[in-house]
């Protein structure tokens, strides 16, 4: 079975994912495979491999050896430019950032990226990626024009836009480390738009369990959690708080 029919069967069965975000350019692979081994035993369901400013290359491919070697979980490339591309994970979110005004962001990187995912057998899940206020560094990066927290109907349009483009996931995007996630009026509107079968993930600002229930409540199908990871001591602990409070 595929990496996106495991996470949709997971979906089904426990109503909830939770994926543990690792960006290699935050520490050693080896405290990167120490960490996915941790988050694995909280009971979180795949590493994301990626971030928006020096996650290309070496530092991605050995990051994501150590993550394998350590865990049994899938890894799942979140990659902001075709350097973060690498051979040996199982999976990356192929993905448009569908708000941004920079076409490179949009088609162009995706255009070069592509025949590599398809030298490698990297499976391709299909993504929009949309970045509501503040955004962060992907926001900044990715040149999005950012979408207010108070309209929810534009982060439903360009939900409705990926969906009719064929888009099988669509990402909600707060940005890493943000003081507000995702409004849960947002999240409950996207979701109510595209239905069952197109899931909606939520990301960006998220360090405990409530926060992380009140946007699955709302529909988010997944939650993903990275600074909160490296920041505490107790990895495991943590990744338990969030999965407990998202899983049914
Ligand atoms: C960032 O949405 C992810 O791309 C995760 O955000 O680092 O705030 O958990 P945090």
Known sequence: MGIEDRLNQIVKKDGAVHLTLLDPDSQQPDVAGNMAREAESGGTDAIMVGGSTGAT???VEETVKAIKAACSLPVIL???NPGGVSESADAIFFMSLLNSRDI???TTSQMIGAPLVYKHGIEP????YIVIEPGGAAGWVGDARLIPRNRPKF???YALAAKYLGMHYIYLEAGSGADKPVPVEMVAAVKKAVGEETKVIVGGGIRDGKTARERVKAGADMIVTGTIVEQV???RGK???LVSAIKS
């Open 78 to 80: 979140f990659p902001a």
């Open 57 to 59: 290359g070496v530092v």
């Open 239 to 241: 990744i338990e708080e």
């Open 104 to 106: 490179n962001y949009i």
């Open 155 to 157: 982060a439903v349009a």
């Open 233 to 235: 001591e107790d990895v």
């Open 125 to 128: 899940i299909s993504m929009a």
